[in-house]
């Protein structure tokens, strides 16, 4: 839903600033709108399905490494495609985004925190009992 009214808020914001001119035919033929069907079938999706899947079945903090995953991967796909330029710089963010996931991933899950005030509460009622 919120994809859904950013989307009428730009179009809107594009039509008031007289953008609609700047649109040509070419945009619309075969190529184009195939590119854009690809986006929607995978970048839309099936990316929104896998990340409910992994949000029912993996812990939160793992499922939140996407968001820093994805600027690196597309770095990477638009060197290996379109020959853009990667930078020292680059790489230096590239690789501490690296390296945070994997200290996300590594670290062990904490215990919950139900399980611990059970726990203090046993304790303290038994030193109140005895």
Do not use: C
Request: net charge positive.
């Amino acid at each position: 839903m919120q994809m859904l009214a950013a989307a009428v808020v730009a179009g809107v914001t594009g039509l008031i600033r007289g953008e609609a001119a700047d649109v040509h035919a070419s945009a619309f033929g075969l190529e184009p709108l195939l590119a854009f069907g690809y986006l929607v079938a995978f970048g839309s999706i099936a990316a929104y399905s896998a990340y409910a899947w992994l949000l029912k079945n993996v812990r939160i903090s793992i499922v939140s490494t996407y968001a820093f995953v994805n600027p690196v991967v597309a770095v990477a796909l638009g060197a290996a495609f379109l020959g853009e330029k990667i930078t020292t710089t680059t790489l230096i963010a590239g690789g501490a985004v690296v390296v945070a996931v994997v200290l996300i991933v590594s670290a062990k899950a904490p215990r919950p925190r139900v399980a611990a005030a059970v726990r203090r509460r046993r304790v303290s009622g038994a030193t109140l009992s005895s």
